[in-house]
């Protein structure tokens, strides 16, 4: 039987409707996490984050408010080692004036602990551990 390659992600794409805005704040999340800055002026301006695994998240203008209000992409998590982490995570954010909501656990995903928030877009943001 042939083992086939698992495949790893390689860059996930966010249309935003305010890329001034989107790109302040993505800047000061990322850079946090320590994510390595990149942009991209190919055909319009875009902006890139890259993880020390290669994965790269770029934000784009949308083309319309279609765009945003029809996306499939519901949120995305940083993946945190401990529930202190979680908690450090929470701190920074709270003093970027971010609404965010209090850590907590969720029994029924497992050991999992974490909290959301919105960005730009109202795009949902979590920090977890599990």
Known sequence: MEVKKQLSLDHIVLNVSSFGEAADF???????NNWIAREEYLHEPSLGFQSE???T?????AENNLAI???PLNHFAFKCDSREEVDKAYEFCTTQGWEVNNPRAIPEYGDFYGFYFCGPDKMKIEFVTK
């Open 69 to 71: 209000s029809n996306r």
């Open 26 to 32: 993505y800047r000061v999340l990322f850079q946090h």
């Open 57 to 61: 998240l770029w934000i784009e203008p």
């Open 53 to 55: 695994n290669g994965l």
